[in-house]
């Protein structure tokens, strides 16, 4: 696909906004589904609830939200970037403007990890920076570099050469470390967590390489910027049956990596809902499930974008936009909300509620925050996280207020 020169890229683009939403709700549902921890808890603790309705609200965060929402929040930075770089490139100065506009997103998410270190911004800060690298790569190049990181290649290929594990239980991952974080949620207070959290970030950092996060996450990166610079989302209209193409094919491989996975459940191959896998499969099953979440992801951003250009979709979606143009303070809000609700330095619920419980309140936050961002934006022109980090940025604190004629438009 050949890069069209535009003239001019919208100041918004709305189906990115809906998209940033729809990556909110399900990171939301992620991170409350168990007691929005950040880290990995010892395995029983997942399990000793099993009511049908818990097992219902596990299944579809295995099946349908783990690995799938960071990476369609992933692939949008990664779209921004783009089109941040294409309406700034003429500034004089804009690498350093851009470079030090990453370097207080590092900052903010230091700062969060401190309070919560599931943050994934001072990931994406870092990462950020190398995006510089790849953005005149040719577009062929970018996408397949993009594929072989987005379905985890480079870690299952690192596998094959390790000595074979007979064992057939799938740890979690850092399973070391999940007794002592176990212990922190259940007792640490406001201080304790803010110590034990700053010293963490080895374990974190382990995990992230261990797991290949690390590189699917520069993986949708690219591909955001692959989509950006094919302007996919610029010139939608004229790319619309690509989208119904990609869409089509991701629902296909998604349906028959599902019906494997059903097979393999069927043979006892693989028992849940603690999950262990027949040795002989172990890797081929972890290969699947990365190409799986690959293709759930692209059929999100794909579906998405598709449903939102039909009339009977576009009214139920739009709201997502509101909550979308604040993508970071939502982020950040859903921590406040997390950490007040099941830590002990709030309300304490952690154990008290199950992960059916822990949905229901997720849809009470979830609510909260789009009515938030509704009544914020019919008052301001940004998000109070994303006017300051622009403040910061250009160091002028701009007016965030909107005038009256402006917020009766919008």
Same mark, same amino acid.
């Given at each position: 696909m050949k890069e069209t020169l535009l003239k001019r890229i919208p100041e918004r683009i709305e189906v990115i906004d809906v998209l940033r939403g729809f990556a909110l709700a399900g990171i939301l549902y992620a991170h409350m589904v168990f007691w929005y $921890?950040?880290?990995a808890l010892p395995e029983e603790v997942y399990?000793? !609830?099993? &009511? !049908?309705a818990d097992n219902v609200s596990m299944a579809i965060f295995g099946a349908f939200v783990f690995g799938k929402f960071f990476s369609v929040f992933s692939f949008l930075f990664g779209l921004s970037f783009y089109l941040h770089f294409q309406k700034k490139k003429t500034t004089s100065g804009f690498l350093k403007i851009y470079l030090w506009r990453l370097s207080l997103l590092l900052l903010i998410g230091i700062v969060h990890h401190l309070f919560w270190r599931g943050d994934i911004l001072a990931i994406y800060a870092v990462l950020g920076g190398l995006l510089m690298l790849f953005r005149k790569l040719p577009l062929k190049l970018l996408l397949l570099f993009s594929i072989v990181l987005i379905t985890n290649l480079p870690s299952h290929l690192y596998e094959l050469f390790l000595p074979p594990v007979q064992n057939t239980e799938v740890n979690f991952p850092m399973a070391e470390e999940a007794e002592r974080y176990y212990a922190l949620v259940q007792k640490g207070d406001l201080v304790t967590n803010l110590r034990e959290n700053r010293n963490s970030w080895d374990a974190k950092i382990r995990y992230q390489l261990e797991s290949g996060r690390l590189l699917m996450t520069l993986g949708y990166f690219l591909l955001g910027l692959w989509a950006g610079? &094919?302007?996919?989302?610029?010139?939608?209209k004229e790319n619309i049956e690509k989208f119904r193409s990609w869409n089509k094919v991701s629902k296909m491989l998604v349906l028959t990596l599902l019906l494997i996975g059903l097979l393999m459940y069927l043979f006892d191959l693989v028992t849940l809902p603690q999950l262990h896998i027949v040795?002989?499969?172990?890797?081929t099953a972890g290969f699947l499930f990365s190409i799986y979440n690959a293709c759930l992801t692209i059929f999100y951003i794909s579906g998405i974008t598709l449903l939102f250009? &039909?009339? &009977? !979709?576009n009214s139920l979606l739009k709201p997502l936009a509101v909550m979308g143009r604040m993508a970071l303070t939502n982020?950040?809000?859903? $921590?406040?909300?997390?950490l007040l609700i099941f830590y002990r330095f709030g309300f304490g619920l952690f154990e008290q509620t199950s992960p059916a419980i822990n949905i229901l309140l997720t849809v009470l936050v979830f609510y909260f925050q789009l009515k938030f961002s509704e009544y914020w934006l019919a008052r301001h022109k940004q998000g109070p996280v994303e006017w300051l980090w622009k403040s910061?940025?250009?160091?002028?604190?701009?007016?965030n207020k909107k005038r009256? $004629?402006?917020a009766v438009s919008s």
């Open positions: $921890t950040g880290a399990f000793q !609830f099993s &009511s !049908f610079r &094919s302007n996919l989302f610029t010139l939608l040795p002989e499969l172990k890797w250009q &039909s009339r &009977s !979709f982020y950040l809000l859903q $921590t406040l909300f997390g910061l940025t250009y160091f002028r604190f701009y007016s009256n $004629t402006e």
